[in-house]
């Protein structure tokens, strides 16, 4: 095997194929990248066994084509170390990889690919054509609210349901829900999987904010999804997704619009005093004026007093500050709109321009 790449190119693909490895001592062979050189496809790939990544590679010249495994860690950190303009020679012959640029030289062992556990995707195949930032939207709109170790293994992760012309994204730890819906009107059965949370985050980081058409391949079992530089293929969670369509169903009686950047300051502040095992923040609207508040254990205080327009019935919640603040991070608009009916009962947050996600948060207890 015989080729010409960039650093530039293979150090970014290798970044993210290093990002889904975590060191397996058991199973070795995963803490490996595999090399597929063809003349006219040139492939990386890395696996966790739940999930796995193909990254699409375009080198200057191709000699010699070829498949071999390498240490991940260690390639990444030698293509690393390479002068960012760097155009690097890599040989391989008789298990050795030779990598060279200029003066700068190495030479490490490479392994026999064939034992690599390569993901196969099993057959009764549906698929959907999505745009790339509408697909990235819903489930970064909601992605925070995954739980990540629940004994309830099928809260780890986040429920797409395809149903009547809409898309939805759901997620839920049992505390908090979001769900988030774009129109869909290319399938007609209803369709319902539950992607792991780990998938969901590199998702994230590799969708990027590009309105081209993406497709999305699925069955019980497994989701593929094909990207213009990456394919990324997940096992999915094979159980029943909590009822959320209640909550769709809640008439609010109270909408409180307010200032996003305001809120989101007055709880950060008061997040530095909250009570470390039960973060609870006080908000208490009354006559125009919204006051936080939050003490802890040693009894230390912060209060802080900012003005709304809300000149109807006074209403005091305590909730969990980080809850509401990482509803106020996913949102980017100005202001946000607060639906509640009463003191006790569960709130909704919503981007007071686009509704098209719910974000509701279950009062908390103390």
């Known amino acids: ?54 990254a699409k590679i375009n080198c200057i010249i191709i000699d010699q084509i070829g498949e071999i495994i390498v240490s991940a ?36 062992h490479v392994l026999n690919p064939k034992h ?39 809260l780890n992760g986040m429920n797409i349901e395809i149903n009547k012309g809409t898309i939805l994204s759901v997620s839920t730890d049992g505390y908090r829900m979001a769900i988030s819906k774009i129109n869909y009107e290319n399938i ?17 980081k590799i969708l990027e904010e590009k309105n081209n058409k993406i ?6 079992n497994s989701i593929k999804i094909y990207l213009e530089k990456y394919i990324i293929s997940s096992k999915l969670i094979d159980n029943q997704f909590p009822n959320y369509k209640q909550f769709l169903k809640i008439i609010f009686q109270k ?17 530095i005093l909250t009570n470390q095992k039960i973060p609870g923040v006080r908000i208490i609207i009354t006559n125009g004026i919204c006051t936080i508040s939050a003490n802890n ?24 500050i980080h809850y509401i603040l990482d509803v106020i991070n996913i949102i980017d608009n100005d202001t946000i709109k607060i639906l509640l009916n009463n003191e006790n009962s569960s709130i909704c947050i919503q981007d007071n321009k686009f509704n098209n996600s719910n974000h509701i948060i279950m009062p908390l207890i103390l």
């Open 255 to 271: 909408n409180i619009i307010i200032n996003r950047q305001k809120i989101k300051e007055a709880l950060t502040r008061a997040s």
């Open 1 to 54: 095997m015989k080729f010409t790449i960039k650093k530039t190119i293979l150090l970014k693909s290798l970044q993210k194929l290093n990002s889904i490895i975590y060191i397996n001592y058991k199973n070795e062979i995963i803490n490996n990248i595999l090399f597929h050189i063809e003349h006219n496809n040139t492939y990386l790939i890395s696996t966790n066994l739940e999930l796995e990544l193909i």
């Open 116 to 154: 690599f556990p390569r993901f196969q995707q099993k057959k009764n195949i549906d698929y959907i054509l999505i745009n790339q930032d509408k697909f990235k939207n819903i489930i970064y709109n909601t992605h925070y609210a995954m739980a990540k170790q629940d004994i309830r293994h099928y």
């Open 73 to 108: 860690k260690k390639i990444l950190n030698i293509i690393r170390s390479f002068p960012n303009n760097s155009e690097i020679n890599i040989i391989v012959k008789n298990n050795i990889m030779k990598l060279q640029y200029h003066n700068i030289y190495f030479k490490l």
């Open 215 to 220: 497709k999305i391949s699925f069955n019980k």
């Open 188 to 204: 007609k059965k209803k369709i319902s999987i539950i992607i792991p949370y780990k998938t969901i985050l590199e998702l994230i």
């Open 297 to 320: 254990e040693q009894d230390e205080i912060v209060k802080e007093k900012f003005k709304i327009n809300y000149f109807h019935t006074p209403i005091e919640l305590t909730m969990n």
